[in-house]
């Protein structure tokens, strides 16, 4: 079965970086687009970017532009985004999702990583 | 941005009942909207794409309806592992957007 697992929590202090990862497994990994999403606490969702892990093309929200960077693994299966220049307001969970056809919709999420910012 | 508006933002109902909860697009999105539901510390849940088709093994309790600006979804029989907080998200164009949500409580 599809599965989507991502690394765990991370405590920052303001103006460092974080990467996380979101392992795949159950189909193949190359197919598929993956994005990021983040929850703040108490707040909506906000979609971060995307990368194919084939070409490793990427799109990023523009609000995220200059501070965010997705990789991938192929040979594990694992992609990466990386936010960098941290404040209080990148406290949030954030999420892998894959999409499932070229529509464009997400099938499977991951569990959530929290990223916690604070000095 | 689309602007993706919910109603209501929470919603009290009881075992067994039948409730709806409505997602208004700022401008048209065709009918690319999920639905998804997401419990407290678990990963969210892909219910319904493309407005109304259920994704594999979502039960059809779940159903949702709607085109262009104006959807709805209808969840039947609640049962009590159906209380949580339901998000619509639009894919029509980038950014994708989302509804701030309808949580859904226990009378």
């Known amino acids: 079965q599809v599965q989507l697992v991502q690394s765990g929590a991370e405590v920052k202090k303001p103006g460092a970086s974080v990467k996380v990862s979101c392992k795949a497994s159950?189909?193949?990994?190359?197919?598929?687009?993956i994005h990021w999403v983040r929850q703040a606490p108490g707040q909506g969702h906000e979609w971060v970017g995307w990368i194919h892990p084939n070409s490793g093309r990427t799109n990023y929200g523009k609000k995220f532009q200059g501070r965010v960077t997705m990789t991938r693994d192929m040979s594990i299966s694992t992609a990466y985004m990386e936010l960098s220049g941290l404040t209080s307001d990148d406290t949030a969970v954030y999420y892998c999702?894959?999409?499932?056809?070229?529509?464009?919709?997400?099938?499977?999420w991951g569990q959530g990583t929290l990223v916690s910012v604070s000095s | 941005d689309i602007q993706l508006t919910q109603s209501p933002s929470s919603l009290s109902a009881s075992v067994g009942d039948r409730v709806t909860i409505t997602c208004r697009a700022s401008?048209?999105?065709?009918?690319?909207l999920l639905w998804f539901q997401q419990r407290p510390g678990k990963a969210p849940r892909s219910l319904i794409y493309a407005a109304s088709t259920l994704l594999t093994g979502v039960p059809a309790k779940f159903s949702g309806s709607g085109s262009r600006t104006d959807f709805t979804l209808t969840i039947t029989s609640l049962q009590p592992e159906d209380f949580a907080t339901y998000y619509c998200q639009q894919y029509y164009t980038f950014p994708y957007t989302f509804g701030q949500g309808t949580k859904l409580e226990i009378k």
């Open positions: 401008e048209d999105i065709s009918k690319s």
């Open positions: 999702a894959r999409e499932n056809d070229a529509s464009g919709y997400y099938g499977y």
């Open positions: 159950g189909y193949t990994f190359t197919s598929y687009y």
